[in-house]
């Protein structure tokens, strides 16, 4: 049927719907001819120029388009190659912006598979991070109000973590999620309660906001996520993935609020989550050489009268933005420097919080996105 003039309006069809089968076998064989070819299929499907108003079987111009956008979005997920990612990005914009009443059915499609694309632009640092994540935050508050179901959500989800992480990793040198960003975690957290990478970061995101500047709320909010996070047991009667995040990021915030305020019951609270990781942890876990000393140091005030905050920074600075964070066995060397009976230094207790947030957020890209099979067509 190839072999039909480009004058025969069948031929758009049938290269059109070859190339959609190359596209799909690229899915099961993700094999790169399949994919080059579907994209050459669709191309040539599009200069055919078909009218907006052809009516089945003959696919229209938007819909081919459409195709070709996501078998482009397919190459540049996985070769990132800039000018996929760029154009990637303006097609699914443009199929939004001028032909969103022509693709109803497939306008939920469009939305994940662009905040997917921005994910990918901001891991390659090819835009503006900070503006890209308050887009992608729109776009799944779009996606939050339709009647998307769980399922589908959950990879542009994944994308959004990725996005924010992108950002709140930069956190440890001042940067605090937007409200806009914040309140998007929360849908996210209401919508897939189990997808402990959204909890987990959303608690991470209002324990930046409290060490900047502690607020009541922030804190309440973030004990009450972590705990949740630490509680959870799946039907095998196995723990989260986050269950040792969330202990020791409970653990710091509540000894940040005991830095802020003095209160006993504060101290007790994080030697009480320092000492759950510590007893559940492997022995083999990176983090818990340092989380044993920051127990016994902290422990110390219990015999120490500190008088409230004595022996604590009232405010903790952060690193500069050029500064290079300790590594783990920076920190153990360092260790010493953590006495209970001598006053800890502002930069002291910093780095020592800076070094294990940076390892938090580690965690975030080393959990396999569970839904990552999950693919938009």
Not at 338 to 358: E, G, W, Y
Request: charged content about 20%; hydrophobic content about 40%.
């Amino acid at each position: 049927m190839l072999s039909l003039p480009r004058s025969d309006p069948r031929r758009a069809f049938y290269v059109q719907t070859l190339a959609k089968i190359r596209s799909e076998r690229y899915e099961l064989s993700e094999q790169s001819e399949d994919l080059e070819k579907s994209i050459v299929g669709f191309t040539e499907a599009i200069c055919l120029s078909l009218p907006r108003n052809t009516t089945l079987p003959f696919p229209n111009i938007v819909q081919i388009f459409y195709h070709l956008t996501l078998s482009i979005y397919s190459r540049a997920e996985q070769f990132r190659h800039p000018d996929d990612v760029k154009y990637c990005i303006l097609y699914l914009r443009y199929l939004r912006g001028h032909w969103r009443g022509l693709l109803i059915d497939f306008l939920p499609s469009v939305t994940a598979t662009l905040v997917c694309a921005l994910a990918v632009q901001v891991k390659l640092g090819l835009g503006d991070v900070g503006q890209d994540i308050e887009e992608v935050a729109g776009l799944c508050d779009e996606l939050f109000n339709s009647d998307v179901s769980i399922i589908p959500l959950t990879r542009p989800i994944m994308a959004f973590i990725r996005t924010v992480q992108a950002r709140t990793e930069q956190s440890v040198q001042g940067h605090i999620p937007s409200e806009k960003v914040v309140g998007c975690l929360r849908k996210a957290m209401v919508r897939l309660p189990d997808l402990h990478d959204v909890s987990y970061l959303l608690a991470l995101s209002l324990l930046n906001s409290f060490f900047r500047t502690p607020s009541n709320d922030d804190y309440k909010e973030a004990m009450v996520i972590l705990n949740t996070i630490i509680r959870f047991r799946d039907p095998t009667d196995r723990p989260s993935p986050f269950w040792g995040a969330a202990s020791q990021l409970a653990g710091f915030l509540a000894s940040f609020r005991f830095n802020v305020d003095g209160k006993p019951e504060h101290l007790e609270q994080a030697i009480s989550h320092f000492r759950t990781y510590v007893d559940g942890a492997p022995l083999e876990d990176p983090c818990r050489p340092v989380i044993i000393e920051q127990l016994s140091w902290l422990q110390g005030f219990r015999s120490h009268d500190s008088r409230a905050t004595g022996n604590l920074p009232r405010a903790l600075p952060s690193t500069s933005g050029s500064a290079k964070l300790p590594s783990f066995q920076d920190m153990t060397d360092s260790l010493p420097e953590l006495d209970p009976v001598n006053r800890v230094s502002p930069t002291t207790f910093s780095k020592h919080f800076n070094a294990l947030q940076a390892a938090f957020t580690d965690r975030l890209s080393s959990i396999a996105d569970i839904e990552d099979g999950v693919k938009y067509c």
